[in-house]
């Protein structure tokens, strides 16, 4: 469709989108910042307060919606049910690493893991879904791999943390597209799944040292604001992807890696060493390619 043929309708709803995945992306962009404040609380009580807080926001979008019955066949269908279990092992592994990673000091490493999720979704899908890579798309995952291999011989340790975040991400991306469950409906039940083990888990943590939450009124506050840093982002990213250009979306995805990056090298002072920097230059450039290649495919009408 060119310019010429967009109407109004549709030019407002393209602005629409771009400002909700603009504001889920400098969103997410300061989750390294945020979690930074609450490096003295177990990681697996944050996690527990992000599904507690996160319900009632879900909920009430669901209800605006009108959706409630999307809830209900989901309760009712077996396999759906499993489906909504296996996306919520994932949340509690990508949630639990990156609230983990930026308590110990390795921010930087959680966004090597947000820049090398796009370039992961592409292998994915074209080894799962089969889906046809261009050249291009090709050259940027042997970048990205040549990359990954230079760290681990010039280190000596494979970056684990990255990889399992990036492959925990594609992982659930997948699966959220396959499954037939709208976004914030799948959200609300992904909360309500991890909110009954995160009673469980909290109330093991309480048994051996008193909790963080009611401690004291700032960390109180920090936790209940997990509720909305968390269910926020989500909801706009979910209004955008219907609105945008999937090419677009794509492209606004880097800015939360590199608001993470700056975040945890010139906020949080984390050093980066060469062998580093020269796999973050490998990730840029394939990142460069990829997004040419993707601006370069017509748009599925």
């Given at each position: 469709?060119?310019?010429a043929?967009?109407?109004?309708?549709?030019?407002?709803?393209?602005?629409?989108?771009?400002i909700?995945?603009?504001?889920?992306?400098?969103?997410?962009?300061?989750?390294?910042?945020?979690?930074?404040?609450?490096?003295?609380?177990?990681?697996?009580?944050?996690?527990?307060?992000?599904?507690?807080?996160?319900?009632?926001?879900?909920?009430?979008?669901?209800?605006?919606?009108?959706?409630?019955?999307?809830?209900?066949?989901?309760?009712?269908?077996?396999?759906?049910?499993?489906?909504?279990?296996?996306?919520?092992?994932?949340?509690?592994?990508?949630?639990?690493?990156?609230?983990?990673a930026?308590?110990?000091?390795?921010?930087?490493?959680?966004?090597?893991?947000?820049?090398?999720?796009?370039?992961?979704?592409?292998?994915?899908?074209?080894?799962v879904l089969?889906?046809?890579?261009?050249?291009?798309?090709?050259?940027?995952?042997?970048?990205?791999?040549?990359?990954?291999?230079?760290?681990?011989?010039?280190?000596?340790?494979?970056?684990?943390?990255?990889?399992?975040?990036?492959?925990?991400?594609?992982?659930?991306?997948?699966?959220?597209?396959t499954?037939?469950?709208?976004?914030?409906?799948?959200?609300?039940?992904?909360?309500?799944?991890?909110?009954?083990?995160?009673?469980?888990?909290?109330?093991?943590?309480?048994?051996?040292?008193?909790?963080?939450?009611?401690?004291?009124w700032?960390?109180?506050?920090?936790?209940?604001?997990?509720?909305?840093m968390?269910?926020?982002?989500?909801?706009?990213?979910?209004?955008?992807?219907?609105?945008?250009?999937?090419?677009?979306?794509g492209?606004?995805?880097?800015?939360?890696?590199?608001m993470?990056?700056?975040?945890?090298?010139?906020?949080?002072?984390?050093?980066?060493?060469?062998?580093?920097?020269?796999?973050?230059?490998?990730?840029?450039?394939?990142?460069?390619?990829?997004?040419?290649?993707?601006?370069?495919?017509?748009?599925?009408?």
């Amino acid at each position: 469709m060119t310019s010429a043929t967009i109407t109004p309708d549709e030019a407002g709803a393209n602005r629409k989108g771009i400002i909700c995945a603009l504001i889920a992306y400098l969103l997410w962009g300061t989750y390294a910042a945020f979690f930074a404040l609450l490096a003295h609380v177990n990681a697996l009580e944050v996690v527990a307060h992000r599904a507690f807080w996160s319900i009632p926001i879900a909920a009430a979008v669901m209800l605006a919606m009108g959706r409630t019955q999307d809830v209900l066949r989901v309760l009712k269908t077996p396999k759906l049910l499993a489906f909504m279990c296996l996306t919520t092992l994932l949340v509690t592994i990508s949630w639990g690493v990156f609230v983990w990673a930026v308590a110990v000091g390795r921010a930087l490493e959680t966004s090597l893991a947000f820049y090398i999720n796009p370039l992961l979704n592409v292998a994915v899908g074209y080894l799962v879904l089969r889906e046809k890579m261009t050249g291009l798309q090709v050259i940027a995952i042997a970048l990205a791999v040549v990359g990954v291999a230079y760290q681990t011989w010039a280190l000596g340790v494979l970056p684990w943390l990255s990889l399992v975040l990036g492959a925990a991400f594609s992982a659930y991306g997948f699966l959220r597209k396959t499954i037939d469950v709208g976004p914030v409906q799948g959200f609300f039940v992904e909360s309500c799944i991890l909110s009954l083990l995160g009673l469980v888990v909290v109330s093991w943590l309480g048994m051996q040292a008193p909790l963080a939450f009611g401690s004291d009124w700032r960390t109180t506050a920090l936790l209940l604001a997990c509720g909305p840093m968390t269910a926020l982002p989500l909801m706009f990213f979910a209004t955008a992807a219907r609105r945008i250009r999937f090419s677009t979306l794509g492209l606004l995805q880097y800015i939360a890696p590199s608001m993470l990056f700056l975040t945890a090298v010139f906020v949080l002072n984390e050093p980066m060493q060469q062998a580093q920097l020269v796999t973050f230059g490998f990730i840029w450039v394939a990142l460069a390619l990829y997004s040419f290649s993707s601006l370069r495919q017509p748009v599925a009408s």
